[in-house]
């Protein structure tokens, strides 16, 4: 480690600075004082792990445990309880078209199956007032993220969890939508030209975990092609893992927010190259360019949900100085695909099994917390090699 003292004469005091080596036997760090010279200790690690039942409601907490005498354990994940079961569900009503999935987010709903119904219940509560899902892993967030800000028309938040690599989702209705109860004769609303759109918040219509239950042949008209290959934006400097790109570009032309391997980074998929500049033009006033361009201040305002994860409550305006927050966007071109973002989504989604009746199979049999082996990824979500 370097000094943290400041400028000084001598020899530096002893360094008081957590480890931070990796660990052998499992993800996490040496959390012991510095030990410079000497091999870190091998004792259980100390470091706590969460795991959940298949449908999410069931998290539990405990120790990793992990050492040269129990390597990276893997505790089976808890099983649903009397809590879990599901109630005869209301029919949901679309006031919009059919709802069209990515290829690469219905893979990971399929994979999910029985989180989705947990997912689609908070969602129909979150419809009429907030609400925050229990503690959920990276996968599982931009399961419910995705679900909830592109065929929902939800707004969501995400926070750390106390866990690492868990999170607290939080979702709620547009600011000043109109309520699922009011007719609607599209998506979305206009006070006229020039005015905000307000899009009113809906079940969409197929469900994905109904579409998840289809033959794959019968759901292949609800897909669109996997995000990777699409224009895309790469935005930094973002206070957490991308809700908020949802809120500052609004969801004329959006595909999809996902993450990246580099923290406080994400991609924003778009639907066309020309919807992609146009983006970059009204978030910096400047042309894209090779560089990252910083975004207006003015510029950071939802014109889909009401409202801003950067805006205060009531706040007409954006009372985030950019220049503050470092926030800068990238039109980048899609030649090759989005390696780092592909390589990112790779974990979250397994091969699914080979099924012989032609349906989608239930990979999950919960979540659980730590490091995965290495598992294929399907052809579609390779890049493409020049």
Not at 127 to 134: C, K, Q, R
Not at 225 to 235: D, E, S
């Amino acid at each position: 480690h370097q000094c943290a003292s400041a400028c000084h004469a001598g020899d530096c005091p002893e360094c008081t600075q957590p480890c931070g080596a990796q660990r052998v036997h499992c993800s996490h760090v040496c959390d012991a004082p510095c030990h410079a010279g000497s091999q870190c200790e091998d004792a259980p690690c100390r470091f706590k792990v969460k795991a959940s039942c298949p449908c999410g409601l069931v998290v539990e907490e405990s120790l990793c445990r992990a050492y040269s005498g129990a390597r990276r354990q893997q505790k089976p994940p808890p099983k649903c309880g009397p809590a879990c079961e599901r109630p005869p569900q209301a029919p949901t009503n679309n006031h919009g078209g059919p709802d069209r999935y990515a290829r690469d987010l219905h893979q990971l709903g399929a994979q999910h199956r029985r989180y989705l119904f947990t997912l689609e219940d908070f969602f129909t509560k979150a419809l009429t007032g907030p609400v925050s899902l229990p503690a959920c892993d990276s996968s599982r967030r931009v399961l419910a993220v995705e679900y909830a800000r592109l065929h929902w028309r939800l707004r969501t938040s995400s926070k750390a969890d106390a866990v690492e690599g868990w999170w607290i989702v939080h979702v709620e209705p547009p600011r000043g939508a109109a309520l699922p109860s009011v007719p609607a004769s599209g998506s979305s609303t206009s006070a006229g030209s020039g005015a905000k759109a307000i899009v009113s918040p809906r079940a969409p219509s197929p469900l994905l975990s109904t579409l998840c239950a289809c033959p794959s042949s019968l759901a292949a008209d609800s897909l669109t092609p996997p995000l990777g290959n699409q224009p895309r934006l790469r935005f930094t400097g973002l206070r957490g893992p991308g809700d908020e790109v949802y809120d500052i570009l609004g969801l004329d032309g959006l595909l999809g927010v996902r993450p990246v391997e580099r923290p406080n980074e994400a991609v924003a998929f778009m639907d066309s190259a020309a919807n992609a500049a146009a983006a970059v033009r009204r978030l910096t006033g400047q042309a894209p360019g090779a560089d990252f361009l910083p975004v207006r201040s003015g510029a950071i305002a939802s014109r889909s949900s009401g409202g801003s994860a950067w805006q205060v409550e009531g706040s007409a305006k954006p009372t985030v100085a950019v220049n503050a927050s470092g926030l800068r966007v990238l039109l980048e071109h899609s030649l090759t695909g989005c390696a780092d973002a592909s390589r990112a989504l790779g974990g979250l989604v397994r091969a699914p099994a080979a099924r012989s009746d032609g349906w989608d199979a239930e990979a999950d049999d919960g979540a659980v917390a730590g490091p995965a082996t290495p598992e294929d990824v399907p052809d579609d979500w390779e890049d493409s090699t020049p």
